[in-house]
């Protein structure tokens, strides 16, 4: 399976602890685009658009508060992809990713 992770910047440890795991399960595992790679907004949106294009499942971890993973979950929202929750801080929106990730698992068992 081919997972792309998705979330602020504040998450990199966790990013990279859940790239092992997931790797470790034989999974082929993508890390979102950050500013600090020396991309620009415009650039990191394409690169992170290009991953969960890519991606089988993505996995969130979101504070509530980061606008570019606001609009990263529009992205999986708008292509329909099964989403899993990393780590979500209960601050906004947090009810329609819960709602989001239990409509895939659901679909996946019938």
């Not at 979950?73 to 989403?83: E, H, Q, S």
């Amino acid at each position: 399976m081919k997972v792309f992770l998705i979330g602020s910047t504040q998450y990199d440890k966790k990013f990279q602890e859940t790239k092992k795991q997931y790797e470790k399960w034989g999974h082929k595992v993508r890390l979102p685009a950050m500013d600090f790679h020396e991309l620009n907004e415009l650039e990191i949106t394409s690169k992170n658009l290009e991953n969960i294009q890519w991606a089988d499942l993505v996995v969130v971890f979101w504070d509530g508060r980061s606008t570019g993973t606001i609009f990263d979950l529009g992205m999986v929202f708008a292509l329909n992809k099964p989403l899993k929750i990393g780590y979500l801080e209960k601050k906004s929106l947090v009810e329609f990713v819960k709602q989001y990730e239990q409509k895939h698992i659901c679909e996946r068992r019938d």
